[in-house]
């Protein structure tokens, strides 16, 4: 009776001391959680991925004063033509539609992205998208959607998704909302934005030229 009334004593004081040790850990990984997070540049953070009726879409209007449709159609023309020619490019990017009436362009995508590149690894996935350019005098409508992903292609572990389904914000954080969820979505959506903003800002800059 003894041995087990003692085992219970033990019991109890092991009991206290884990439930001690778990309280004081909590407000440390949370406090270690909000420093990662601060490492974090805002843009990345929640609402940096822009969505249109539930769709993920970066959208754009250039005010361009004094340029005619037709000047920024050609303008326009001339940086997609090339966009979709470039180095990290495949084979099914192209020029779907291309309006000289109208004014209007509509670009398909398909780009390497790459997340990590070392010596003896190469992260990267495929990645599509559609773009629609739309000018008129003095404003030019650039809208980007249907993203997609083929990632790891050609492997057992070949997977395909939508941006809805990985960088989207009620997938990329956790129920709280004050951080991104573990997996890989993180690294699809640092790197999606990085890659909306270059291609939204670099036609900017060629608007001006």
């Known amino acids: 009776m ?3 009334t003692a085992f219970i004593i033990l019991l109890a004081l092991t009991l206290s001391v884990n439930a001690q040790t778990t ?3 909590q407000p440390q990984r949370r406090a270690l959680f909000e420093r990662k997070n601060k490492d974090i540049p805002a843009k990345y953070m929640q609402g940096g991925v822009p969505e249109v009726n539930g769709k993920v879409t970066w959208a ?3 005010n361009v004063e ?4 037709q000047q920024i159609y050609d303008k326009a023309l001339a940086y997609f033509s090339n966009l979709v020619k470039s180095e990290n490019q495949t084979k099914k990017s192209t020029l779907a539609t291309v309006d000289r009436v109208d004014h209007k362009i509509v670009a398909r995508a398909q780009e390497w992205l790459v997340f ?4 003896l690894s190469l992260d990267q996935t495929k990645m599509n998208y559609a773009v629609a350019v739309e ?3 003095g404003v030019c ?3 980007i959607t249907n993203i997609s992903y083929i990632y790891e292609e050609g492997r057992p572990t070949e997977a395909h998704y939508t941006a809805e ?3 989207a914000d009620k997938v990329a954080f956790n129920k709280k909302g004050t951080g991104f969820t573990k997996g890989g979505t993180k690294k699809f959506r640092i790197g999606t934005i990085d890659r909306m903003d270059q291609i939204l800002k670099q036609f900017e800059i060629s608007l001006k030229q």
């Open 66 to 69: 004094g340029q005619t449709a």
């Open 135 to 137: 000018c008129t005098d």
């Open 116 to 119: 990590s590149s070392k010596a």
């Open 23 to 25: 309280g004081d850990e």
């Open 141 to 143: 409508k650039v809208v």
């Open 165 to 167: 389904e990985m960088i």
């Open 60 to 62: 754009k209007t250039y």
């Open 2 to 4: 003894k041995k087990f």
